[in-house]
Nanobody, 127 residues
Framework: QVQLVESGGGLVQAGGSLRLSCAAS????????MGWFRQAPGKEREFVAA????????YYADSVKGRFTISRDNAKNTASLQMNMLKPEDTAVYYC????????????????????WGQGTQVTVSS
């Protein structure tokens, strides 16, 4: 079992930045691909970014490409999402997720691919 806890959410003005962190416990993250998803009020949870087990490969939703950066530190058992140039439409609860991955370079963008989820952290961007 992997337990995930997100932190770093908050209220920020449009154009600002936030850095979300995801701390894992229970297992080391070396064997897990990671992802970030978000869910705005009244909308379905959507994919934001993914990173492979090794961290060598990343993948982003078009809506955040060039503004968000996903990273991980397997030694510290953490993953992060640096969010720059934030927009009001980025307002949502952000979730990190983990899935046991056989290949070190595999990436996952589907909700169903992930086995473990954090409780979420609220990000609110004011205009």
């Amino acid at each position: 079992q992997v337990q995930l806890v997100e932190s770093g959410g908050g209220l920020v003005q449009a154009g600002g930045s936030l850095r979300l962190s995801c701390a894992a416990s229970g297992r080391t993250l070396d064997n897990y691909a990671m992802g970030w998803f978000r869910q705005a009020p009244g909308k379905e949870r959507e994919f934001v970014a993914a990173i492979s087990r090794s961290g060598a490969k990343t993948y982003y939703a078009d809506s955040v490409k060039g503004r968000f950066t996903i990273s991980r530190d397997n030694a510290k058992n953490t993953a992060s999402l640096q969010m720059n140039m934030l927009k009001p439409e980025d307002t949502a609860v952000y979730y990190c997720a983990a899935t046991n991955a056989y290949y070190t370079t595999s990436l996952h963008s589907r909700l169903d691919d992930y086995d473990y989820w954090g409780q979420g952290t609220q990000v609110t961007v004011s205009s």
